[in-house]
C-alpha cells in the first residue's frame, strides 16, 4: 500500500518532466489536504516563478501531461493556479483493502533494510536515574521501534557510564562498609551510595588517596578490585533494568556497551590517529583539531582524546565505540540519542571519523538533540526541595495521579483492571508528553495536561482505541474481516485518507527521527475518527453493507491507533 500521496507526487514529476523538461523533475509538487477537494498541488506557483510565466498557465501544461487514470476522478485548476485532486473511490478502497489485509496495516519495509545502532539511555553506574535520562530513554526507544517496524536490523546500545576515577572512590567506599555494602546497594538506593562517598572523598585525604590508588589497581586489572567493580555494576544494571520494565523501554542486560567496553580500544584508537596525522601534542595534552571547529579568537579547537595526567576521556571512548560500530560491527547508520548541549561535541567527534577514514558513505552518523524537561517556573524540573527529580519516583507518582484519573472515569472497573489500566496510563501519559512535543525545544512538564482526557495526550488516544473496542463487545459482534469498503459520507472519506498515511508517516519518523510526528497523525486519527463516529452510525447503519463498511473503518482505526502507540512504547487498552 502507498500512501495516496506517494502516487500523487509520482505522476506530478513525470508531468513537469513531460512539460518542462528534465532539469525541473526535481520541483516539489507541494501536496496538502485540501477543503475543496481531496488533495491540491501548488507546484505551480513555485515553478511558474522559476519560468517567468503566469502559474494558472503551467498548471493547465502540467495538468495537460498528467496520467492519474484509475487514481483520480476529478483534477481542476482553481484560483491562481492550484491543482485540485478528486481521487477514485475505487481507487481509495482498494488501497484500504490491502492495508487491512496485508497484515502491516500499511506500513512498508524499506527496499535496502540498513544495520541501525541506537545509542541511548546512558545512565552512570552506581547513581541512580533521574528525569533527565526520561528523554534519552523514550525518545531512543521509539525511535529503535519504528526503524524495526520498517525492516532495518537495529541494535540498541547503552552507553553506561562505567569506568573511570570515581569507581576508584565507589569501590574504597564498598571495602569500608564490608559485608554491609551489598545489603546498601541491594536496596536501590544508589544515590546516597554515592554521596556518601563522594563525602568521604572531599573530607578524608586518607581516604581519597586510597581511592586514587584503588582507580590505578582498577585500571590495572587487579582481580580483587575488578570482581568489586564488577559487582557496583552488576547492581547498578540490575536496578536499570527494573527501571526499563516499569517505562516499557525494550532495552535488556544484552544491550549495556559502557566505557568498560571499549577501554581496551583505546591505545589503539590513539596510535591509528597518530599514524594518520590527526593527533598531536598541546600543552601537555593530546589532542585531535577536526577542520572547521574554532575558538572564540578564532584558533583552531581541539578534541582532547588524552588528557595531561595520561587519563582518556570521554572524547576517546566516543572516538572508540564510533570506530567499533563502523568497522567491526558495519553499521550503516548511527544515531545518538543525547542532550543538545552535546551537539558540538558529537559534531566534532563525527568530523574526525570522517577525517580517519572510518565514517564514510554510505554510513553515516547523527546526533538526536534534545531539550530540557522545565518545571512550572520555566526552570530545570526538579522537587520541591530543590533536588533532581528520581525516575521511580516520578513514575510511582505517575501511577498514583492516574489511579485517581481512571478510577473517577470508570469506577465500574475492578480492582485488577483498573490498577493495570492506571499503570498503563500513568506511564503512557509521561511518555507522550514527552514524545509528542519537538524533540529540540524544552518542554514543561504538568500533570494536569498530560493526564487529561481530552487534547493531545496519551489518555485521549488510549481512550479513543478502547471506546472503538467497546462498540464491538457492547454489540456482541466480530469485526467483518474483509467487508468492502463504502465511501458514501465525506467523514467516512477523511477517515480512509487517514488511515492511509500511516506508513508514509512512520517513513517520515525514520527519516527525520521526530517521534512528534507519529503523535501528531495519531491525534489526528483519533480526531478523524470522532468526526466519523458523530456522523456516521454504525450499529444502526441504514444498510448491512454500510454497517459493515463502517464496522471495518472502526476496526482498522483502532488497530492503527494500538500499533503507533505501540511504537512510541505505549500500551492500549481494551477497556477504560
Not at 484509475?70 to 492495508?99: H, Q, S, W
Not at 507518582?397 to 475492578?414: C, F, G, I, S, Y
Not at 483498573?418 to 525545544?441: C, E, P
Not at 469498503?485 to 527525520?512: K, M, N, Q, S
Amino acid at each position: 500500500m502507498a500512501d495516496p500521496v506517494h502516487a500523487l507526487a509520482r505522476a506530478f514529476q513525470a508531468a513537469i518532466t513531460a512539460a518542462f523538461g528534465a532539469e525541473h523533475a526535481a520541483v516539489d509538487p507541494s501536496l496538502r489536504r485540501s477543503s475543496h477537494a481531496d488533495y491540491q498541488a501548488n507546484a505551480a506557483m513555485a515553478l511558474g516563478n522559476r519560468l517567468g510565466r503566469p502559474p494558472r498557465e503551467v498548471a493547465a501544461a502540467i495538468v495537460a501531461a498528467l496520467q492519474l487514470d484509475g487514481i483520480c476522478r476529478k483534477v481542476e485548476i482553481a484560483g491562481p493556479g492550484f491543482v485540485n485532486l478528486t481521487l477514485e473511490d475505487a481507487y481509495l478502497t482498494r488501497e484500504l483493502a490491502e492495508t487491512a489485509g496485508g497484515g502491516r496495516l500499511g506500513v512498508p519495509l524499506a527496499a535496502q533494510p540498513e544495520t541501525v545502532i541506537v545509542d541511548y539511555s546512558g545512565p552512570n553506574a552506581a547513581k541512580e536515574m533521574h528525569v533527565g535520562h526520561l528523554r534519552s530513554t523514550i525518545i531512543g526507544d521509539a525511535l529503535a521501534r519504528v526503524l524495526e517496524a520498517l525492516g532495518h536490523r537495529v541494535i540498541r546500545q547503552n552507553h553506561l557510564g562505567d569506568w573511570g576515577t570515581p569507581f576508584g572512590m565507589l569501590i574504597e567506599h564498598m571495602l569500608d562498609l564490608g559485608e554491609a555494602a551489598s545489603q546498601e546497594l541491594s536496596v536501590g538506593d544508589l544515590d546516597a551510595f554515592y554521596r556518601q562517598a563522594r563525602a568521604k572523598f572531599d573530607g578524608d585525604p586518607a581516604f581519597a588517596e586510597r581511592s586514587r590508588r584503588r582507580v590505578v589497581r582498577l585500571q590495572g586489572g587487579d582481580e580483587q578490585t575488578l570482581a568489586l567493580w564488577r559487582q557496583l555494576v552488576r547492581e547498578s544494571t540490575r536496578y536499570f533494568e527494573s527501571v526499563y520494565r516499569r517505562l516499557g523501554v525494550t532495552l535488556t542486560d544484552a544491550d549495556f556497551a559502557g566505557e568498560s567496553f571499549y577501554n581496551p580500544m583505546l591505545t589503539d584508537v590513539l596510535e591509528e590517529l597518530g599514524r594518520k596525522g590527526l593527533a598531536r601534542e598541546s600543552e601537555g595534552a593530546l589532542c585531535v583539531f577536526p577542520a572547521g571547529f574554532t575558538g572564540k579568537g578564532g584558533e583552531p579547537l581541539p578534541l582532547i582524546v588524552r588528557k595531561q595526567d595520561g587519563g582518556y576521556g570521554y572524547a576517546t571512548t566516543d572516538l572508540a565505540a564510533i570506530r567499533h560500530r563502523l568497522t567491526t560491527v558495519g553499521a550503516r547508520r548511527i544515531i545518538y540519542v543525547v542532550g543538545a548541549p552535546q551537539s558540538q561535541h558529537f559534531a566534532m567527534v563525527f568530523a574526525t571519523a570522517r577525517e580517519a577514514g572510518w565514517l564514510a558513505p554510505p554510513a553515516r552518523a547523527e546526533h538526536v538533540a534534545f531539550g530540557s524537561v522545565l518545571g512550572a517556573d520555566k526552570k530545570m524540573f526538579k522537587t520541591r526541595s530543590g533536588d533532581t527529580v528520581k525516575l521511580s519516583d516520578l513514575l510511582d507518582e505517575a501511577v498514583e495521579r492516574a489511579t485517581k484519573v481512571v478510577q473517577e472515569k470508570n469506577p465500574e472497573l475492578d480492582a485488577e483492571a483498573s490498577g493495570a489500566v492506571a499503570r498503563a496510563v500513568g506511564v503512557g501519559a509521561v511518555k507522550y508528553a514527552d514524545l509528542s512535543s519537538d524533540r529540540i525545544k524544552d518542554y514543561v512538564f504538568d500533570w494536569d495536561r498530560m493526564l487529561a482526557f481530552e487534547g493531545n495526550t496519551a489518555p485521549y488516544l488510549m481512550y479513543a482505541h478502547a471506546r472503538i473496542r467497546s462498540i464491538f463487545r457492547k454489540a456482541g459482534v466480530e469485526s467483518p474481516r474483509g467487508a468492502g469498503i463504502v465511501l458514501g459520507e465525506p467523514a467516512e472519506r477523511a477517515l480512509v485518507l487517514e488511515l492511509l498515511r500511516f506508513g508514509a508517516v512512520l517513513e517520515d519518523v525514520a527519516a527525520t527521527l521526530e517521534p512528534h510526528r507519529l503523535c501528531g497523525y495519531l491525534f489526528e486519527l483519533a480526531g478523524s475518527f470522532t468526526t466519523f463516529y458523530e456522523r456516521c452510525p454504525v450499529l444502526r447503519a441504514e444498510s448491512d453493507e454500510v454497517r459493515s463498511s463502517r464496522l471495518a473503518l472502526c476496526d482498522l482505526t483502532a488497530e492503527v491507533l494500538a500499533k503507533g502507540l505501540g511504537l512510541l512504547g505505549i500500551e492500549a487498552p481494551e477497556r477504560m
